[in-house]
């Protein structure tokens, strides 16, 4: 793997790229209705799908772009399905779980692959699937569990209580959410990928990559 920090450079110059910008916006929109589609269970507490959307674009972009657009998705979400007031820790919150799945997935970090081949011959790089599952478990455990379990407990969205308490009422919850959202991420990452590389720019001109 590449500097941790050159990475982060590498995604901000993702920025001067119009496809970047492209794609980028098109999976907010997707991210955006996938939202509105999200299962209200309480008032602050629904489960959604639109974290799929913002893993494509850390995997495909990075994490500087990654954590630009989890708090753009994460403004454009409450304009399209508001819940509550609309509050900013959570928009960074946003963002920080974005960078998170560009940090763990981007294509351009340089990650070693790991290759299986099967009993036809054919090699299959598994990497990017135990990459996914970590990024999501990151995820759970850092942005559901700790960050907003904190700031639900700040704002008085869940009764005071200790720290411990309050993130265990929550695990069986997200350990679900985890169990649904991990064979999700297998499916939709690699057809992203692949996507994403047959109408590249260089592939269209009929150059080999």
Not at 11 to 31: D, N, P, Q, Y
Not at 78 to 88: A, D, Q
Not at 136 to 164: E, W
Not at 190 to 203: G, T
């Amino acid at each position: 793997m590449k500097s941790f920090f050159g990475m982060y450079v590498r995604s901000a110059k993702e920025f001067t790229k119009l496809r970047t910008i492209v794609i980028t916006g098109l999976f907010i929109a997707v991210s955006a209705v996938l939202e509105m589609f999200s299962i209200n269970i309480t008032q602050y507490l629904k489960i959604n799908f639109a974290f799929l959307a913002i893993a494509v674009i850390g995997m495909l972009f990075g994490p500087t772009v990654g954590f630009a657009a989890g708090i753009i998705c994460d403004v454009i979400g409450y304009m399209v399905n508001p819940t509550g007031g609309f509050l900013p820790a959570y928009t960074l919150v946003a963002g920080l779980q974005g960078m998170i799945y560009g940090c763990w997935l981007y294509i351009g970090a340089g990650w070693k692959p790991l290759m299986k081949t099967s009993d036809s011959g054919k090699s299959f790089d598994f990497s990017l699937l135990l990459r996914a599952a970590a990024a999501r478990l990151t995820d759970v455990i850092v942005i559901n569990l700790l960050c907003n379990t904190y700031l639900n407990m700040h704002y008085g969205f869940i009764p005071k209580q200790s720290m411990a308490a309050a993130v265990t009422a929550r695990v069986l919850k997200n350990a679900l959410e985890l169990a649904a959202d991990i064979p999700l991420l297998f499916v939709i990452l690699p057809a992203s990928l692949i996507a994403y590389k047959q109408f590249s720019p260089k592939r269209a001109a009929g150059v080999q990559e």
